[in-house]
């Protein structure tokens, strides 16, 4: 399992290469329970190296997103596979994500929420 936080803007890029093991998901969330300690709130998961996802998956995204969420920010996510977009669909959980083609796309979309503020 690979992972790694690039920063632009403020946002925290997260790259993820696998999500299939809820051990390995755990140490990504305490990674970004760091970056909310440290007040950085939104942050994109970039999917783009991934091309399946399994229910630990799903948690994984589910468990960040209401983190986040609770301390003020939110979470994006980009780069899906055809695969993932159809697991979320399947699940309904595509509503509860801001899904987006790109990481520029979603750094975009944080833009412009951003100004609403």
């Keep these: 399992m690979e992972y790694s936080f690039t920063e632009k803007f403020n946002i925290q890029i997260l790259q993820i290469d696998s999500l299939l093991n809820p051990l390995d998901n755990q140490e990504i969330i305490r990674a970004v329970e760091e970056k909310i300690k440290e007040n950085c709130l939104e942050f994109i998961v970039d999917l783009g190296n991934m091309t399946y996802m399994n229910s630990n998956g799903l948690t994984f995204l589910i468990s960040i997103l209401t983190r986040s969420r609770n301390a003020g920010g939110d979470v994006a996510i980009a780069n899906l596979s055809d695969s993932i977009k159809k697991i979320l669909l399947i699940t309904r959980l595509?509503?509860?994500?801001?899904?987006?083609?790109?990481v520029d796309d979603a750094l975009a979309f944080f833009e412009k929420e951003n100004k609403k503020s």
């Design 94 to 102: 595509q509503s509860a994500f801001s899904i987006h083609e790109s």
